[in-house]
C-alpha cells in the first residue's frame, strides 16, 4: 500500500489520477479491465426499494406528538388501522432488505470497477437517498431530541447540564422518554446547528427534521468527495471504497433517513485525514476538530493525525513535538467554542461519562450477559464481574489505540487510524448500529479484500439493517393486531436474507469465498485430472 505522503507533486499536494481515463485497481490491487459499467438495473431495484421504505416510514415511522402530519387522513389509516400498520411494515421492511440486494448487485455489476465505476457508485447514492429525505424518520428517533437541545440553546439552558424536560411541553417533540434527562453527548458546533434550526424552524417538528437531514447530506456529500481521494492515495479503487462505505443500506439508513448527526462527524474526519495525509496538517487538525466540535469521539483520530502532519521521516522527537501541537490547536479552538451560549468545556463530559448500560450484541455486553449468569450460578456477585469485565475491554480499546500510536509503518498509519478507531467501538459496551459507520469508510479507503474481509461487511451490514428493521418501529399501543409489528419485520427480514443466502443465483455466489472455491475445486478433481 502506497504511502499516505510518498507520491507528492507541486507544493506538496499528491497527484491524484483521475479514474476514468485508465485502468483502475480491485479491492485487491489488481489491474482491472476497462469495461462500461452495467448498474442501471440495481440502481433502479433500489430506487424502488428506497421509495417502499418511504412509503412504510409514513404508518410505522416516527412521528412528533406535535406535527400536523399526525392529523392527515392517510397517515391516519396507516397508523390506526390493521391493514395500514401490517402494509406498512411490509413496505418498510422489503423495502430495505432490496435495497440491501441492489446493494449486492451493484458490486457484482462494478465488479471489474473500471472507468465509469466510481460515477455510477455516487449516482446510486444519490438515487437510492432521494426519497429518504422526504421519509418520516426510521431505525431512530435521535433528531427529535436535536430539536430539543436546540430549544434549550436559545433558552440559554446548557444542555450539557439541563435535560429536555427542562422545556414546555416537550413530550411533543417527538423525542425519546430516555432524552428527557439527558445531558447532550454532543460537541458545541452540534449546539449551535441545533440551535439555528430551531431558530428558523420554531421547533416545528417536521421543518426540523428536514433541515437536520440537510445537515446529515453534508456530511454524506463530503464522505463521497474525500473517501476516493484517499482510497487513491493507498492505491485502493476510489468506486470500490465509496461503494462499501456509503452506498451501503445502513449509511444511507442511519445518515439520511435517520439524519444522525454522526454523518457530519465521518464526513469532517474523513476529510481532516485527506487534508494531514497531503501535507495540510494544519487543515487536517482544523477539520478534524470541527469534528469533534459535532460528536467528540472523534478525538480518537487525533493523534494519527499528528503523527501524519509529522510527516514520514519524522523521529520520536518531532513526533511528540506535533502531538503537542495537535493538541494545543485543537484544544485551544475547541475551549474558545464554548465561550458563546455558555457552553464552556460541557463536551468532555461525553467522553469522561459516556451513557450507561450495554448492548446484548456487542461482544462486551454478550460476554458480560455470560458471565453474570454463570457467576451468579456459581454463588458470586455476578453484575460486579460482569460490570468489572465490560470496563476491562473498555480500557482495551484505549490501549489498543495507544499502542497503533507508538507501533506500525507509517504507510499503513490511516489503518492504524481505523483499527484503534474500530476497537474503541467494538469492545464498548454499548453499540448502536450507526457506530460501525464510523470506522468502516477508513477500512475501505486502505483495502477490504474480497474474501473474509469483505464478507465480514456484508455481515455486520446485514445484522444492522435486520435489527433496526424490527427494533425501531412506531406502532400505537391501541392498534389491534394477531401478531406483533416488530415480530412481522423480523420474519420477512430473516426470509429475505435465507433468499438471499441460498435461493437468489446472483447474491448467493457472495458467500462462497475465492479460498473455498478452490478448495471445493481441488476435491472435485478426479486424480487423472491432477498434473504429475
Not at 326 to 349: D, K, N, Q, Y
Request: glycine residues 12%.
Amino acid at each position: 500500500m502506497m504511502s499516505a505522503n510518498s507520491s507528492k507533486g507541486t507544493g506538496g499536494q499528491v497527484e491524484h489520477q483521475v479514474e476514468e481515463s485508465q485502468p483502475s485497481r480491485s479491492g485487491t490491487g489488481e489491474i482491472a479491465v476497462d469495461t462500461p459499467p452495467r448498474a442501471y438495473w440495481a440502481i433502479l431495484q433500489g430506487l424502488v426499494g428506497s421509495l417502499m421504505m418511504f412509503v412504510g416510514s409514513i404508518g410505522t415511522g416516527w412521528i412528533a406528538n406535535g406535527s400536523p402530519m399526525i392529523r392527515h387522513p392517510l397517515v391516519i389509516a396507516l397508523r390506526t388501522e390493521g391493514w395500514g400498520v401490517t402494509t406498512a411494515t411490509l413496505l418498510l421492511t422489503l423495502g430495505a432488505m432490496m435495497l440491501m440486494r441492489s446493494w449486492l448487485r451493484l458490486g457484482q455489476r462494478l465488479g471489474n470497477w473500471g472507468p465509469g465505476s466510481l460515477r455510477s457508485v455516487a449516482w446510486a447514492i444519490a438515487v437510492w437517498s432521494a426519497p429518504m429525505l422526504f421519509a418520516v424518520p426510521i431505525y431512530s428517533r435521535d433528531v427529535y431530541a436535536y430539536t430539543g437541545q436546540g430549544r434549550l440553546v436559545l433558552e440559554n439552558l446548557n444542555p450539557y447540564n439541563t435535560g429536555i424536560s427542562a422545556l414546555s411541553n416537550w413530550f411533543a417533540l417527538g423525542a425519546d422518554p430516555a432524552w428527557a434527562e439527558a445531558r447532550t453527548p454532543y460537541g458545541p458546533y452540534f449546539l449551535w446547528l441545533e440551535g439555528l434550526v430551531v431558530h428558523i424552524t420554531g421547533a416545528q417538528p417536521d421543518f426540523s427534521v428536514f433541515l437536520f437531514r440537510l445537515i446529515a447530506v453534508a456530511g454524506v456529500v463530503l464522505c463521497m468527495v474525500y473517501i476516493p481521494k484517499l482510497a487513491q492515495l493507498h492505491g485502493i479503487n476510489g468506486g470500490r471504497a465509496l461503494w462499501i462505505a456509503v452506498a451501503n443500506p445502513l449509511f444511507l439508513i442511519s445518515f439520511v433517513a435517520s439524519a444522525h448527526n454522526d454523518a457530519l462527524m465521518v464526513g469532517l474526519a474523513v476529510a481532516g485525514t485527506y487534508f494531514a495525509a497531503t501535507n495540510r496538517g494544519l487543515w487536517g487538525v482544523l477539520l478534524v476538530t470541527a469534528s469533534i466540535g459535532i460528536k467528540p469521539i472523534s478525538i480518537v483520530l487525533l493523534p494519527f493525525i499528528g503523527l501524519l502532519w509529522a510527516g514520514q521521516a519524522a523521529g520520536w522527537g518531532r513526533k511528540f513535538w506535533y502531538w503537542f501541537l495537535t493538541a494545543a490547536i485543537s484544544f485551544g479552538v475547541l475551549a474558545v467554542s464554548g465561550v458563546p451560549f455558555g457552553l464552556g468545556m460541557g463536551w468532555v463530559s461525553a467522553i469522561t461519562d459516556p451513557t450507561p448500560g450495554y448492548t446484548g450484541y456487542s461482544p462486551s455486553g454478550f460476554l458480560g450477559q455470560q458471565v453474570e449468569g454463570l457467576a451468579n450460578a456459581l454463588g458470586l456477585d455476578g453484575g460486579m464481574l460482569a460490570s468489572g469485565l465490560r470496563s476491562l475491554l473498555k480500557y482495551a480499546g484505549v490501549g489498543l489505540v495507544v499502542l497503533l500510536m507508538f507501533r506500525g509503518d507509517h504507510s499503513r498509519l490511516i489503518r492504524r487510524m481505523a483499527l484503534g478507531f474500530a476497537a474503541i467501538v467494538v469492545l464498548s459496551p454499548i453499540i448502536q448500529p450507526w457506530y460501525v459507520l464510523w470506522f468502516i469508510p477508513l477500512l475501505a479507503v486502505t483495502g477490504i479484500r474480497d474474501d473474509w474481509q469483505i464478507w465480514t461487511v456484508y455481515v455486520i451490514i446485514t445484522f444492522f439493517v435486520v435489527f433496526g428493521a424490527q427494533d425501531q418501529l412506531s406502532v400505537w399501543g391501541f392498534v389491534e393486531l394477531d401478531y406483533q409489528a416488530s415480530t412481522l419485520a423480523f420474519f420477512v427480514a430473516l426470509a429475505f436474507v435465507l433468499y438471499l443466502l441460498f435461493i437468489d443465483k446472483k447474491t448467493r455466489k457472495l458467500l462462497v469465498t475465492p479460498a473455498a472455491k478452490a478448495a471445493l475445486l481441488s476435491r472435485q478433481r478426479r486424480p487423472e485430472d491432477i498434473p504429475s
